[in-house]
């Protein structure tokens, strides 16, 4: 018999990120944190000073089209601070991610941020399948406008709205 008292309690993390569009990259992060968290909010930010190919709904609509196997996963949208949003959320840890090592030092700079600003938080850093190391939403918005194949890169339901939102373009 397992001493009730030796319960691990549940884990959860939130996974912020502009996610325009989502790529075959974040699913494959997506897909890792699901199997180290009990939770994992997937949180598309609406604070960043960028402008968006897609708004914020439609980004929501993907990224629920394409996590629906996944059970634990929750997809959302927050404004404000990230460390903020975990607080309120009562997570232990953000996720993001690791590709090349341009990614370190931008991600670093965040985490030690957020660190100051909710010491509570810890952020995990996963690297994807090697297959996605140069994946980007920007990668993929280039090849979108100029017509390339994109199913290397994004799955079917957000290679269809790329296609329409670059049709006329
Ligand atoms: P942000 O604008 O916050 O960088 P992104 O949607 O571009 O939002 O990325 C969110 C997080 O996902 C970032 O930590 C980024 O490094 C990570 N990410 C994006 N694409 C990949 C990929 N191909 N492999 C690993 N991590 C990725």
């Known amino acids: ?5 030796s319960r691990v309690g549940k884990r959860a993390a939130v996974y912020p990120g502009s996610f325009d569009p989502p790529t075959y990259g974040h699913l494959d992060l997506i897909e890792r944190a699901t199997r180290i968290f009990d939770h994992l909010i ?22 629920t089209e394409v996590t ?17 949003y ?9 996720v993001r991610g690791l590709r090349a090592i341009s ?5 670093l700079s965040m985490a030690i941020t957020n ?12 690297m994807p399948s090697e297959h996605y190391l140069f994946l980007s939403s920007n990668v993929v ?7 390339g ?3 290397p890169f994004v799955p079917p339901s957000v290679e269809a709205r790329l296609r329409k939102k670059f049709q006329n373009s």
């Open 68 to 84: 629906a196997k996944f059970a634990n996963v929750e997809i959302t949208t927050f404004t404000g601070l990230t460390a903020e």
């Open 115 to 126: 660190q100051k600003l909710n010491p509570d938080i810890d952020t995990v850093c996963l």
């Open 1 to 5: 018999m397992v001493d009730p008292e």
């Open 149 to 151: 194949d994109l199913s």
């Open 86 to 94: 975990a607080r309120s959320r009562g997570v232990q840890a953000l």
């Open 141 to 147: 918005r280039e090849v979108a406008r100029f017509g």
């Open 103 to 107: 990614d370190f030092e931008f991600e």
């Open 42 to 63: 997937v949180a598309v930010a609406t604070n960043t000073a960028k402008v968006t190919t897609f708004p914020v709904e439609e980004r929501i609509e993907m990224l």
